[in-house]
């Protein structure tokens, strides 16, 4: 597609669960990156790829996170025994590259509600 | 260690009159800043960007920033205020080096009164 594809758009779990939340990037895009966007907690970095490398997990949150990508393209972010604080729009974005000037394109996020 | 500060979690304005949204940072070395927004159930979309060169930044739907380095600021503003502008703005600068990624401010959500 055109653009920063996300899935699914909104997903609606049990505390305890697992979920695993989809991004495929625009197509070309080597870079790629997953941020958090909570109420009063505004944008927190997650993680970002370069390739299907992930140089940078610093920003995961607990040990129940974890992210992989495959070919380069296709994202999965996994969330293990979620828990209520886990509740939030899960956004991913990417970019031609990871020069400094470069854009980041965003997806329309996955919202995750933990009940 | 970069980092973005926006004043005004909320900014409300009469349809017509400016807008001023308000972004201070933070950075050791030169900046690269950006501006997003984000309407209603939608991903963020980029509005403008300063990398190097004219510190004027014009970007879409009549925005534009300044970026004063004497300041450390890049304030949005956009001369008349139009009811489609409500959104939610954010500001941020781009972490120079592994992965360059955007660190945002708390962001500010613009109410436009008719």
């Known amino acids: 597609g055109a653009g920063v594809s996300q899935s699914p758009s909104n997903k609606v779990t049990e505390k305890g669960k697992d979920v695993e939340l989809r991004c495929d990037p625009i197509?070309?895009?080597?870079?790629l990156y997953w941020y958090r966007q909570s109420l009063g907690q505004g944008l927190e970095f997650l993680i970002y790829?370069?390739?299907?490398?992930?140089?940078?997990k610093s920003g995961l949150p607990s040990d129940r996170f974890s992210a992989e990508r495959t070919g380069g393209s296709v994202s999965t972010l996994t969330i293990q025994r979620t828990q209520q604080e886990d509740s939030a729009v899960y956004l991913c974005?990417?970019?031609?590259?990871?020069?400094?000037?470069?854009?980041?394109?965003f997806g329309e996020g996955s919202r995750l509600t933990v009940l | 260690a970069q980092s973005v500060t926006q004043l005004g979690s909320h900014v409300s304005v009469s349809e017509g009159a400016l807008v001023l949204l308000r972004c201070n940072y933070s950075?050791?070395?030169?900046?690269?800043l950006f501006w997003y927004v984000q309407y209603p159930n939608q991903g963020l979309q980029l509005l403008l960007k300063?990398?190097?060169?004219?510190?004027l930044v014009k970007g879409i739907n009549g925005f534009e920033a300044e970026f004063k380095k004497s300041e450390t600021s890049f304030h949005l503003t956009k001369p008349s205020a139009h009811m489609s502008d409500a959104a939610e703005y954010f500001c941020?600068?781009?972490?120079?080096?592994?992965?360059?990624?955007?660190?945002f401010g708390g962001g500010t959500r613009l109410m436009v009164k008719p």
């Open positions: 950075s050791s070395v030169p900046p690269y």
């Open positions: 197509s070309g895009h080597t870079a």
């Open positions: 941020a600068v781009k972490k120079v080096g592994a992965g360059n990624m955007l660190t």
């Open positions: 790829f370069q390739g299907n490398s992930a140089p940078d």
């Open positions: 300063y990398t190097t060169g004219a510190t």
């Open positions: 974005a990417s970019s031609p590259g990871t020069g400094v000037a470069g854009e980041l394109f």
